[in-house]
């Protein structure tokens, strides 16, 4: 992680072109597990459930056509299933943080994106609800608190005025953190994003030649 914070911090003062970006969002989160029991089958009952997620992101545009962001926010997590003819539910909320890069094009007014980050993730509370009953599963320590993964984006960025735009982006996110605090289960966060938000231009740097 710290290679990647340096090689990015060079990456933006060596370019010779940057474009600076604040964007802030609100996104739906369509959000599921992948889940594997002790006899390494895997549960296909288990349903997507529609949260939502907040963010912040400051994005910089290298030579026209390249772009690195980092990116903060709060996202909802969890999903559903049905034992018997009892729901179970699951709502997981956590503290994000992503940081990728991709490539950027000019499409008559609007800009189009498409690219990749990689995720860190703090789990801030977890319950689970079986029928009628509650269970605390950060108190319980039944879920681990620590998720990372790789999510893969593309968007688009229209112009409303100079300086401020409106996006729309659509995000794939897979969890690559085995969450299951027993040993003998798997569990993996997956959602797939769909975010609205504006983009606010902060500044153009040129470096004198």
């Not at 969002?25 to 889940?35: G, H, I, T, V």
């Not at 939502?52 to 559903?80: C, H, P, S």
């Not at 991709?102 to 995720?119: C, D, N, T």
């Not at 794939?172 to 994003?193: E, P, R, V």
Request: glycine share 6%; net charge positive.
């Amino acid at each position: 992680m710290k290679k990647i914070f340096i090689s990015s911090f060079l990456f933006l003062t060596l370019n010779s072109f940057a474009q600076d970006y604040l964007t802030v969002s609100l996104a739906k989160s369509f959000s599921s597990f992948n889940f594997t029991n002790s006899k390494g089958e895997k549960d296909k009952t288990i349903k997507t459930v529609t949260k939502n997620a907040y963010a912040i992101n400051y994005m910089q545009v290298l030579d026209t056509i390249f772009f690195v962001r980092v990116e903060l926010g709060v996202k909802e997590m969890g999903a559903y299933s049905v034992l018997n003819t009892e729901k179970i539910t699951w709502n997981l909320n956590y503290a994000d943080v992503n940081w990728g890069g991709g490539f950027i094009l000019s499409v008559k007014k609007a800009k189009a994106y498409l690219g990749a980050s990689f995720y860190g993730s703090y789990l801030l509370n977890a319950n689970q609800t079986i029928g009628a009953n509650y269970y605390d599963m950060k108190k319980d320590n039944t879920i681990k608190k620590n998720d990372f993964g790789i999510n893969a984006f593309i968007g688009t960025i229209y112009p409303i005025s100079t300086s401020t735009s409106m996006v729309i982006e659509c995000a794939k996110s897979f969890g690559l953190n085995q969450l299951d605090a027993s040993s003998n289960q798997k569990l993996f966060n997956k959602a797939l994003f769909l975010k609205l938000g504006f983009t606010f231009r902060l500044k153009t740097l040129k470096k004198n030649s």
